[in-house]
């Protein structure tokens, strides 16, 4: 219904204003929308901005579509006030199930993200993109969308010649119980200590990526085996961390099925191509100065090349191509995306990550130096199994070492998401674990405590007649879900659910701590019933897009 109010207001802004661009969005405390309008048009219609913000106000209030909202306008500021009816009948939609989800859409989606380079196991600066991507993954399929999400697989770079080098180099003795990626990551980082103390090896790494690229048989065998070895303990983790991949896509097959040497053919046709030895792309009228080599001298085509041919065929077979690359990506995404306009192909939206480290410091695998996301979800599930035991010593210990492990990915996922991409963080273990503090483990609290009110309740006729400033309050954040998730798929913001979330346990928290629910009588004991309710159904969906649990008891 929301949705529905929001391309109401905006169609009807843009025909009063004929501007494409009608600056809609949230209102913050002072109403349900705002939109900003009025500035634009200022030096268009030679008027001050409060002047259009009335006149406009007084125009929309004259139109039958608007006939259920308020229209304000405070100062150069267009407020849209939605009301009660509205509110109240929203508020209903709010207590089934799958709400928030909206209409299906037709326009396909492929999204990518994760893609770590196959040569030792996930760490915690990768599992930002994990998460984030599996959380826009989640909103995206709430929103309707059609959407395969992929893995990109590195399968012939240096990296992966160096862990088959250390495989036929090395002497290797097995460790009991030890994940495929971490053996992997044993050999690469012993491989790399060989070569720095042998450099006349280094050759050898080379022959080795001139053969696979060659398409040698045995060894095109040996890369996929170490590939392969990795990604099953990649999976294991994945799976841990609550996200899942549609399809696995080798990078090798670009080079195979000739899709790699189709697109440099027509790049060597492009007046910004150079070709010295090497082969390379002068993007200068982009904007670019440093070259952007597709082809090594020794003939061998270069990670860049490879990834063009992918997004061609992404952007071949999908309306939309959304990539999660970090932040020493940049350079590379966009010349990726220069390219593909000069090629004529869809170029893909890439959301840009900073990264996340820990207190200890900063990781490289090349080195050793790492904290792996297995020892990650095991150190933050063993402290949550603490904290549990400190709350509810009286439960069984499988059950407790269930919400434990719930409440560890829960931790460790909204902790990362919560915060704009584009900065930085460090993951703090205590903030992160704190049940009072606005954390994972808090939203799923608030949920277990709606949980534990409507089952002291029982059965209830449902009923919405809300009261007073808490009661509103509390509605008017329940009711904006649909479009949080319009927002997270539009602009491609996951941390906007996050922030969602955590202010709609806060509302709660405050309308229980101040509003008796159990103790009320007659209507007014149903209507708060039903708003409890309303908000345990709309955390669960939130903590559902969020990749968590919600939980009925902690």
């Not at 509003?515 to 009320?520: C, D, I, R, Y």
């Amino acid at each position: 219904m929301l949705c529905t109010l929001y391309h109401t207001i905006e169609t009807t802004l843009r025909e009063v204003t004929g501007q494409d661009e009608v600056f809609l969005g949230e209102g913050g405390e002072h109403a349900d929308l705002a939109s900003t309008v009025a500035f634009g048009l200022a030096k268009i219609r030679k008027k001050a901005p409060a002047e259009i913000a009335r006149e406009l106000a007084a125009s929309l209030a004259t139109r039958e579509e608007m006939r259920e909202i308020n229209v304000e306008a405070l100062g150069p500021y267009l407020n849209f006030h939605f009301r009660r009816e509205i509110i109240e009948r929203a508020l209903q939609e709010a207590t089934r199930p799958g709400y928030g989800s909206l209409s299906p859409r037709s326009e396909r989606v492929v999204l990518e993200h994760t893609s770590a380079n196959p040569n030792g196991p996930l760490h915690v600066g990768h599992i930002r993109n994990t998460i984030l991507g599996d959380t826009l993954a989640r909103s995206f399929r709430k929103a309707g969308y059609p959407l395969e999400v992929q893995y990109y697989v590195n399968d012939m770079g240096r990296q992966i010649a160096i862990v088959v080098w250390g495989f036929n180099t090395i002497a290797d003795t097995p460790v009991p119980g030890e994940k495929g990626d971490h053996h992997v990551a044993r050999i690469y980082i012993a491989a790399n200590r060989e070569l720095e103390a042998r450099p006349e090896c280094v050759a050898e790494v080379d022959r080795l990526m001139q053969l696979v690229e060659k398409g040698d048989p045995a060894t095109v065998l040996l890369f996929r085996e170490a590939v392969t070895e990795c990604l099953e303990g990649f999976r294991e983790t994945l799976q841990r961390l609550g996200a899942r991949h549609d399809r696995f896509v080798w990078e090798s097959d670009f080079i195979r099925n000739g899709d790699t040497d189709r697109v440099l053919a027509k790049i060597s046709h492009m007046p910004e191509c150079k070709n010295d030895g090497k082969l390379w792309l002068d993007l200068s009228s982009c904007g670019f100065e440093k070259e952007y080599v597709l082809r090594r001298s020794d003939g061998t085509s270069v990670y860049a090349a490879r990834d063009l041919a992918y997004h061609t065929w992404k952007g071949r077979n999908f309306d939309r191509v959304i990539d999660v690359l970090g932040a020493d990506h940049k350079l590379i995404g966009a010349q990726l995306i220069a390219t593909m306009g000069l090629l004529g192909e869809r170029a893909p939206e890439i959301v840009h990550f900073e990264f996340v480290s820990l207190p200890e410091g900063s990781m490289s695998t090349r080195a050793g130096k790492f904290v792996s996301a297995d020892e990650l979800l095991d150190e933050v599930t063993r402290r949550a199994m603490e904290e549990v035991t400190a709350r509810r010593p009286e439960l069984p210990e499988t059950e407790r070492q269930e919400i434990a492990r719930s409440v560890a990915l829960a931790a460790i996922r909204y902790d990362i998401v919560r915060i704009s991409p584009e900065k930085s963080t460090v993951f703090d273990w205590k903030e992160a674990l704190d049940f009072e503090r606005q954390s994972g483990p808090y939203i799923q609290y608030a949920h277990a405590r709606a949980c534990s009110i409507l089952e002291k309740a029982g059965e209830f006729e449902e009923c919405v007649i809300l009261e007073n400033e808490h009661e509103m309050a509390l509605a008017r954040q329940i009711i904006r879900f649909p479009m949080v998730i319009e927002s997270v798929v539009r602009e491609l913001k996951p941390h906007l659910l996050a922030g969602y979330a955590r202010e709609l346990a806060d509302l709660f928290n405050a309308f229980y701590h101040f509003e008796p629910v159990l103790k009320s009588e007659g209507l007014t004991r149903r209507s708060r019933l039903t708003l409890v309710k309303a908000t345990r159904n709309t955390l669960a969906e939130a903590l559902q897009t969020l990749g968590i649990d919600a939980l009925s008891t902690m």
